[in-house]
């Protein structure tokens, strides 16, 4: 059974950094294009950061520049670099598949970007 668990998110002062995790129990990191996803309140989940199969990787323009998307294949976990943090950086993060799959949400992890 597919289980993703996000983890490292917390409160940090703008300007600061954060670093998620994402354990992806039965996905072959390898082989399968990953993301993580954010939802702040009242928004739609949108993606900020994937990372391919082949190790290529892609960020929304938001991010580009602060976040840094990344993977350890054999630990099976992906991670999220996340620098320079915005206040509008606050959300609920999740990581899932690209395309992403509905029933593989996980609990997500709340980032909190406040002074």
């Known amino acids: 059974q597919v289980q993703l668990v996000e983890s490292g998110g917390g409160l940090v002062q703008p300007g600061g950094s954060l670093r998620l995790s994402c354990s992806a129990s039965?996905?072959?990191?390898?082989?399968?294009?990953m993301g993580w996803y954010r939802q702040a309140p009242g928004k739609e989940r949108e993606l900020v950061a994937g990372?391919?199969?082949?190790?290529?990787?892609n960020y929304a323009d938001s991010v580009k520049g602060r976040f840094t998307i990344s993977r350890d294949i054999v630990k099976n976990l992906v991670y999220l670099q996340m620098n320079s943090l915005k206040p509008e950086d606050t959300a609920v993060y999740y990581c899932?598949?690209?395309?992403?799959?509905?029933?593989?949400w996980g609990q997500g992890t709340q980032v909190t970007v406040s002074s």
């Open positions: 899932n598949l690209q395309p992403l799959r509905n029933e593989y």
């Open positions: 039965r996905i072959i990191l390898s082989i399968n294009d």
């Open positions: 990372i391919r199969s082949s190790g290529r990787t």
